[in-house]
Every structure is written in C-alpha cells, then in structure tokens.
C-alpha cells in the first residue's frame, strides 16, 4: 500500500539508484496554473550543496509525463517523473551481509526476502522526498491563501548550525536536527476529530520522510508538565484568534484558525565515516564496517522544504473533503 490520501491522494514509486521515479497525483481541481518552472524553486531547497549535505548531485529536472495541457491541470491524474544520474550501485552490496546499524538495511532486506534494491537505499532512500516535494508544489497552490513555511531550528542540538555542521565533519560524525513548521492563514474546521484528525493527517505523512523521529504540536511534551491555568489559549477575537497558541492551532483534531504549529525532530544520519564494530548476519560473526559511499552529514539540512511539502499534501486532502471543486 503506497499511497496517502483521498480526496487529494499520492503514490511513489522508484529506488534511489533506478533508471527513474515517480509520483502519481490524483484528485487536483482542474484550471490550477501548473508550469514546469514552478517546481524548480521548492526542488533546489532540498538539493544537496551545502556544506554537511551529500556529495551526489542531481539535476532534478521534472517531467509532466500528464494532467496538464496548455499550462493548467486538466484535472486528470498527474504524473511527474524524475531521472537519477548520479548513481553509484557498488557502494552498497556489502550491506545485505552486514546491514548498517540504525539503517533499514536489516529490516528492508528480512521484509522483501533478499529481492530488494539496496543501492542508496533503494526505495526506502530520502532520494524520493524529491517526489513529496513535487506533489507539494501542487498541493500548495491548491491551499493558497495559507502559508506553509518551514526551517532549522537547530542541528546537533545547537542553534550554531554551521558550527554543529563542522564539529561533525571533523569526528567523522553525523547529525540531526529540529525543524520548526508554521501555516498561517488556516480556515477553522479542517480536520475530523478521531481518524482524521489534522494532527494525525500530518504526523502520517511526516513519519513518512525518512529519519523522521518524532512530531509535536503547540507546547507538545511541554504541556504535561504545565498548570492548565498557564496553558489554556485564552481568546481574543470572535474569530477565535486567541492570546497564546500552545495548542499549536488545533483544538480537537480541527484547525482553529490560529496558525498551525508543529516542530519534527530529524535522527542523524546512520551512515557514518567512522569505522564501527557490527554483525555479519549470514557469518554470524562480528566484524568492522567501513561505509562507502556518498552519505548526509546531516539530513536536517535538507528537509524545512519536504516538511513543508507534505504538511501541504495532508491540508489539501482535509480542504478537498470540505471544498471538493
Ligand atoms: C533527504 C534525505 C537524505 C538522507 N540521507 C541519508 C544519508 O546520506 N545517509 C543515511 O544513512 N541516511 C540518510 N537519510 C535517512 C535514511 O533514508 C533513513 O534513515 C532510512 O531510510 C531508514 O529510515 P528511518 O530512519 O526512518 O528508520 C536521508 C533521509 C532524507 C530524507
């Protein structure tokens, strides 16, 4: 099952180091002006580059193989398409004898029987986060007026980033992060409040960037530790808006028109340059692994645009139950 969604719904496919990958897009209102230039601003945020980021560099140039014609969405499902070059498959055989500790290695191999495509990760990489970033170009449009923007907020548990960035480099290290999301503009009533509520709409779809480990909304964890008197958003408006915004803009699985609030805590990389001591699992014996290959220093890095993306693709989906045309 590798879809999200149901009013506006996605699906992935490809690995990392294949010839290509995809996204199908179903369920966008037709007449939305749709280019192939206006994905390239979102693409380029989450391009490697940067000191920290992985040495692989991709065009990511995308194809709109349809559901487009004279620069609109017809309304028909979409399909857009993305070329890996940069690929380098040797890298990566030793890793289903000796799976890399705190990778999907192991639990990829054990799931598909050996048959999976290993190399960068095959389809479990972070390489396919370029197609949650396609499909949330669109589903931005589709949100406008709401604001989706997201960033760093700190790596290595420093807000010192590029310092946090340089210690690493130097112990041959990795690190993660915290990245902070904010919507403004959000309508109060989107979101149901058991199975789709918007806090679980997004943590779904946040879960699904890979190295993601954990999501809070508002005061988050904080909250059980406050008084409710300290806690409680106290309102000001008759529109709802209210004086503080632990609830991080939800109140009962709906938006409550303040803005949406939540911060993503991103692992470090497990792909290390520092030789670490494992388990060959068909030797049964312990050995060194070195990793190969080209890997994040910290991954973080590169996600506030996927962050954004996928909050975008789960608020189109609640807005298309509400407002379907
Ligand atoms: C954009 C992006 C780049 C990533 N780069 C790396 C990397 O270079 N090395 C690595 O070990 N993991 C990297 N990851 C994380 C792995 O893809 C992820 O840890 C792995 O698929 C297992 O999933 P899990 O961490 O959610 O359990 C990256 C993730 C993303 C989203």
Same mark, same amino acid.
């Given at each position: ?29 037709? /007449? ?178 890979? /190295? ?7 005061? /988050? ?35 409550? /028109? ?68």
């Amino acid at each position: 099952m590798n879809y999200f969604g149901h009013y506006f719904r996605i699906s992935l496919f490809g690995e990392s180091h294949g010839a290509q990958m995809g996204v199908i897009v179903d369920g966008c209102p037709p /007449g939305l002006p749709l280019l192939p230039d206006d994905f390239m601003h979102d693409l380029q945020r989450r391009q490697s580059g940067n000191r920290g980021a992985t040495a692989r560099t991709e065009t990511d140039v995308p194809c709109l193989a349809s559901g487009l014609y004279n620069g609109h969405t017809t309304g028909a499902p979409i399909a857009i398409l993305f070329e890996n070059h940069d690929t380098c498959a040797a890298d990566y055989a030793a890793f289903r004898d000796i799976p890399r500790p705190g990778h999907a290695d192991f639990t990829a191999t054990k799931k598909w029987k050996g048959f999976n495509d290993l190399r960068g990760g095959g389809h479990l990489s972070g390489r396919l986060t370029v197609l949650l970033v396609a499909a949330g170009v669109i589903a931005k449009k589709i949100l406008a007026p709401v604001v989706i923007q997201a960033q760093l907020e700190e790596a290595g548990g420093q807000q010192t980033i590029a310092e946090a960035i340089d210690r690493a480099i130097a112990a041959d290290d990795s690190i993660g992060g915290i990245i902070r999301c904010t919507a403004q503009q959000m309508p109060v009533g989107w979101g149901e409040p058991f199975f789709h509520s918007v806090e679980s709409q997004i943590s779904r779809l946040i879960f699904a960037i890979p /190295g993601v480990n954990g999501i809070e909304f508002g005061d /988050g964890f904080a909250a059980s530790q406050r008084l409710g008197s300290a806690r409680n958003d106290r309102f000001v408006a008759t529109d709802g808006t209210t004086a503080t915004n632990n609830a991080g803009g939800v109140n009962g699985g709906i938006t409550n /028109g303040n803005d949406l609030v939540f911060r993503v805590a991103v692992k470090p990389p497990a792909s290390i340059a520092q030789p670490q001591q494992t388990l060959n699992i068909t030797t049964g014996q312990m050995t060194d692994l070195v990793i190969a290959g080209r890997h994040d220093v910290c991954f973080a890095l590169r996600l506030p645009v996927v962050v954004e993306a996928v909050t975008a693709i789960a608020l189109a989906d609640l807005k298309r139950a509400i407002l379907p045309a």
